[in-house]
């Protein structure tokens, strides 16, 4: 490895990578643009400012929709509206609702009254006939209400109706079958010169052509996101049928300023008369420059408008948007700024940005400033960084990676210049990798971080725990000796390494201790082991009890543990060998579970006896519906045993996987049940320190068992333990992994991330090795669920937030809160759909 690594000079080391990110950065590398999106959504929460704009929203809101009824709001209000804003003097009105001809308003009550009109036409004998037909006849023009908003549409003369585009090809064929040829489509469109890169629509949804015919102005309502879900720009123009249709927020600002779309020209961005210009990027869309996390433009309640509460001077002059506003009530978007823009807030930025001029840009020769600042950090990390002390490299790459980013900080704060900071970051951050390791490959450098020796100690303590000492202290050679917590973890490994009799390789670790200086005597301690030798140390073989049941299971003998029946091996556990069994006084069949004596010290045996019987008790008092019952617990052969319910069905580990997973409302059942039974067992003094979906058993009549309470408990004493306390490493709390003492709480940690596992088929920590799981439970955030699954209940995300918090102190105190937020959750998804089965 080191003659391999002595041949790469640092040059190409370094060059490798910037060529590979180079590339990347010429194909727009998807991984690399996630990167590239999060230092952007950064820039843009500095660049928020205060703004004068022209726009005003009337927001149909929450109080609007449970006083006027729910959407649609019938278009008689709508039509009042127009006429108000209207007699306000507002310049130019935007209704931001798609009225398409599958939303007309004649409903059943219209249809069946034109039904009766044409049975009387068809007969209209007497005077009180022509009566009824009159009366008909007006009741119809009362209840049709589109010509009513078509007609304030008209009057108004400034109104602008948003169309709407297919962008994939899922399109029904009689929206694709020919290209729009209406008037009013015309007049809102220009025929392409084939110039320029535009967003290209596959079907177009039309307003109902009695409102488009008098509308000023159409332009589509599409909101468009980036490749990871947010919104940072709008497509001006959207190319459908040879054809540029202009957007929503560009009409209104054509229309606020006397333009059509007629007199727009297409020359690297878009420029019309009236200092009107919209900088484009290379895939026709428009960066947009979010002024802050709340709208920029004055917002008013559509019922507080309607009765005349808001001055008429608010809006004299004004783009006014009418549009959903209510939680809940249609599309939100995420934003660099906040992940609940509705639509009609993103359109009021738009019209803003193109008419203040607020623009972020990102010129084509950019790229071609970019390029030559990775060949320079290529330069850096390949010829000034190998000749300098890995600390002074260090300081020199994050001076100069410093350094770089206010740059490109300061050109997106001041000017608006999108420099995709990140890859040159990546050339100069991966090189420098490259080159150190190339280094450390070549023993060009000793150092040991920090980090990595926590890192090592964190394993080691883990192996140690699970008593694979030769393992732990290979672990611990890698931490600093100068540490004093790194001696003494060795020195108590040394210990270790006597109680089980193997002197050789305590005298090992002693001498690796000491060639840093001597500690707790430990000279003279080596001088004493060194005459003594080692001990053998004697193989591990089957109890005598386990191979006599085991021979007398093959002679066909009936074997026995107590009055139980032995009839064959079921498996093996943590504690030993689990065999199935039948009381024969009752006839009943049983799990019969042994405790290993195995690894344990002799000294410890009966220490380890007297706890098993005491924790099998304290667990036998369990009396709940969704714990397993424990029948009796004694010994025989030399073989603790227990006898305990014979469950049959599956544990949970079968549904963890994606493709496997429970319906939502099974899983929440799931956690109401071991909810309770936790809750009940922590009432009563016992913890059970290992919950996870192996020892959650459901059963084939649907019922839940939680399975091994005070197991853990046992086995955490029975072996030689550190600072670390067993139990399964995803699933143990903080406090576990810290080697703390744990009580209730605990167990709703894990129960938190069963509960995240069964929702979303994967685990809310994950590590490439233990100590990378571990370090990532003790001190980072879990996976955000939303970004999992969206469709998961937000009370429920909650919930899990909660159990999965780092402190215990701020989890539920104690199971019956679980279970309350969980009825309280069910309350309020009662009056909305749940996620749809999984």
């Known amino acids: 490895m080191k003659t391999a690594a002595r041949k790469i000079p640092d040059w190409a080391a370094g060059g490798v990578v910037a060529l590979l990110v180079m590339l990347a950065l010429a194909f727009d590398w998807s991984s690399f643009m996630k990167l590239e999106y999060l230092t952007y959504d950064l820039r843009s929460t500095l660049r928020q400012k205060k703004v004068s704009t022209p726009v005003v929203i009337v927001g149909v809101d929450e109080v609007t929709i449970e006083k006027l009824g729910p959407l649609p709001l019938p278009r008689t209000y709508m039509a009042e509206m127009v006429r108000k804003l209207?007699?306000?003097?507002?310049?130019?009105?935007?209704?931001?609702?798609?009225?398409?001809?599958?939303?007309?308003?004649?409903?059943?009550?219209?249809?069946?009254?034109?039904?009766?009109?044409?049975?009387?036409?068809?007969?209209?004998?007497?005077?009180?006939?022509?009566?009824?037909?009159?009366?008909?006849?007006?009741?119809?023009?009362?209840?049709?209400?589109?010509?009513?908003?078509?007609?304030?549409?008209?009057?108004?003369?400034?109104?602008?109706?948003?169309?709407?585009?297919?962008?994939?090809?899922?399109?029904?064929?009689?929206?694709?079958?020919?290209?729009?040829?209406?008037?009013?489509?015309?007049?809102?469109?220009?025929?392409?010169?084939?110039?320029?890169?535009?967003?290209?629509?596959?079907?177009?949804?039309?307003?109902?052509?009695?409102?488009?015919?008098?509308?000023?102005?159409?332009?589509?309502?599409?909101?468009?996101?980036?490749?990871?879900?947010?919104?940072?720009?709008?497509?001006?123009?959207?190319?459908?049928?040879?054809?540029?249709?202009?957007?929503?927020?560009?009409?209104?600002?054509?229309?606020?300023?006397?333009?059509?779309?007629?007199?727009?020209?297409?020359?690297?961005?878009?420029?019309?008369?009236?200092?009107?210009?919209?900088?484009?990027?290379?895939?026709?869309?428009?960066?947009?420059?979010?002024?802050?996390?709340?709208?920029?433009?004055?917002?008013?309640?559509?019922l507080d408008v309607m009765n005349g509460k808001i001055p008429a001077a608010m809006f004299k002059d004004k783009i006014v948007l009418v549009g959903l506003t209510a939680d809940g009530g249609g599309a939100v978007n995420k934003t660099p700024l906040r992940s609940n823009y509705n639509n009609i807030e993103i359109v009021a930025q738009a019209v803003e940005n193109i008419l203040n001029s607020n623009h972020i840009t990102r010129p084509w020769w950019l790229t071609y400033v970019e390029l030559p600042v990775m060949l320079l950090f290529w330069g850096i990390i390949a010829f000034l960084i190998p000749r300098v002390k890995t600390v002074a490299g260090a300081v020199i790459a994050g001076v100069v990676l410093i350094a770089w980013g206010i740059i490109c900080i300061y050109l997106f704060y001041s000017q608006g210049l999108w420099v995709k900071m990140s890859y040159p970051a990546l050339v100069l951050f991966f090189g420098y990798i490259a080159v150190v390791s190339r280094q450390l490959l070549l023993g060009e450098d000793k150092t040991t971080s920090a980090d990595t020796s926590e890192t090592n100690k964190m394993l080691g303590l883990s192996l140690q725990g699970q008593g694979q000492l030769d393992a732990a202290f290979e672990k611990f050679r890698k931490c600093r000796l100068e540490d004093a917590t790194t001696r003494e973890l060795l020195y108590n490994l040394g210990q270790d390494f006597e109680q089980k009799g193997m002197q050789s390789k305590a005298q090992a670790v002693y001498e690796h201790i000491i060639s840093a200086g001597d500690y707790k005597g430990l000279s003279d301690k080596l001088k004493k082991l060194k005459t003594t030798g080692e001990k053998a140390a004697p193989a591990v073989q089957p109890q005598e009890s386990e191979a006599t049941i085991m021979m007398m299971e093959g002679t066909g003998t009936k074997s026995t543990l107590g009055r139980y029946e032995v009839l064959r091996e079921l498996g093996r556990g943590a504690m030993g060998v689990v065999f199935l069994g039948k009381d024969p006084k009752i006839n009943r069949d049983v799990a019969i579970k042994t405790l290993s004596y195995d690894e344990i010290d002799s000294e410890q045996i009966v220490e380890i006896k007297t706890r098993f019987f005491r924790e099998a008790e304290a667990a036998g008092k369990l009396s709940h519906p969704n714990i397993v019952r424990v029948y009796d617990v004694g010994e025989d052969k030399n073989v603790a045993y227990m006898a305990m319910e014979l469950l049959e069905g599956t544990d949970l580990a079968r549904y963890c996987a994606k493709d496997s997973r429970l319906p939502f409302g099974e899983v929440l059942r799931v956690v109401t049940r071991v909810g309770e039974a936790l809750d009940y067992a922590h009432q009563n003094g016992v913890v059970h320190r290992d919950i996870k979906p192996a020892n959650i058993m459901l059963l084939n009549n649907k019922e839940l068992r939680v399975t091994d309470f005070g197991i853990a408990r046992v086995m955490e004493s029975s072996k030689t333990q550190t600072g670390m306390v067993l139990g399964t490493p995803s699933y143990m709390s903080p406090e576990q992994i810290a080697g703390r003492k744990v009580d209730g709480r605990s167990d709703l940690f894990s129960l938190g991330v069963v509960f995240f596992e069964l929702l979303l088929g994967e685990r809310p920590f994950k590590g490439d090795s233990i100590a990378t799981l571990m370090y990532n439970i003790t001190s980072t955030p879990p996976t955000p669920i939303k970004k999992i699954e969206p469709r998961i209940p937000n009370c429920v995300v909650e919930i899990i937030d909660k159990l999965l918090q780092k402190n215990a102190e701020d989890r539920y105190s104690r199971g019956k809160d679980l279970l309350d937020a969980i009825n309280k959750c069910k309350k309020t998804l009662v009056k909305r759909p749940a996620p749809p089965a999984q």
Do not use: C, W
């Open 86 to 302: 209207r007699e306000y003097e507002a310049k130019t009105i935007g209704v931001g609702f798609i009225y398409s001809k599958s939303e007309s308003e004649n409903d059943r009550g219209l249809s069946a009254l034109r039904e009766i009109m044409g049975k009387i036409d068809k007969d209209p004998t007497t005077p009180r006939v022509a009566g009824i037909q009159k009366a008909l006849v007006e009741a119809e023009h009362s209840l049709n209400t589109d010509p009513v908003f078509a007609g304030a549409i008209e009057n108004s003369k400034n109104v602008v109706l948003p169309l709407s585009f297919y962008l994939t090809d899922n399109v029904a064929a009689e929206e694709d079958a020919k290209p729009p040829t209406a008037d009013y489509v015309m007049k809102n469109s220009v025929k392409t010169d084939g110039k320029g890169t535009f967003l290209t629509a596959r079907g177009i949804v039309l307003p109902i052509r009695e409102f488009a015919d008098k509308a000023h102005a159409l332009g589509h309502l599409n909101i468009v996101p980036d490749s990871d879900g947010i919104v940072r720009s709008e497509p001006p123009l959207i190319l459908y049928k040879d054809r540029l249709f202009p957007s929503f927020a560009f009409q209104l600002a054509l229309a606020y300023k006397g333009l059509g779309i007629s007199e727009i020209t297409i020359i690297g961005g878009i420029k019309a008369a009236k200092a009107l210009t919209i900088p484009l990027d290379k895939s026709g869309r428009m960066l947009i420059s979010y002024t802050g996390k709340a709208s920029s433009s004055p917002y008013y309640s559509f």
